[in-house]
């Protein structure tokens, strides 16, 4: 059983920044290191979108064409924590922001909604123009 716990939304004027942290607490399986790690968002009348991934402890990456340049994500596996820096905000990034989690080994895109087997309950971010 996994828990994903997001904080750190808010309310940002366009050009601000954020930082989004995703606490995972694991009863059993697998350790954090181990697990693929994404953020997600969903605005108003909108399908959940990719955001961000990062693979199990190493530096592999992947962003959406929207985020490249102004998000990073970074995880300290010692904390069991995962973040998502948001620099040069925009009105366009308001949204429902989710963390998800997939423990296991698999072949499906880091970027597919379907891939993620854990969800925080998510956190607002609202970025005013």
């Known amino acids: 059983q996994v828990h994903l716990v997001e904080s750190g939304g808010g309310l940002v004027q366009a050009g601000g920044s954020l930082r989004l942290s995703c606490a995972v607490s694991?009863?059993?399986?697998?350790?954090?290191?181990?697990?693929?790690m994404g953020w997600f968002r969903q605005a108003p009348g909108k399908e959940r979108e990719f955001v961000a991934a990062?693979?199990?402890?190493?530096?592999?990456?992947d962003y959406a064409d929207s985020v490249k340049g102004r998000f990073t994500i970074s995880r300290d596996n010692a904390k069991n924590t995962v973040y998502l820096q948001m620099n040069s905000l925009k009105p366009e990034d308001t949204a429902v922001y989710y963390c998800?989690?997939?423990?296991?080994?698999?072949?499906?895109?880091?970027?597919?909604?379907?891939?993620?087997?854990?969800w925080g309950q998510g956190t607002q971010v609202t970025v005013s123009s």
């Open positions: 998800a989690a997939d423990p296991r080994s698999g072949s499906m895109s880091a970027k597919n909604f379907y891939r993620y087997v854990y």
């Open positions: 694991v009863v059993s399986g697998r350790t954090f290191s181990t697990y693929l």
């Open positions: 990062r693979q199990r402890s190493g530096a592999s990456t």
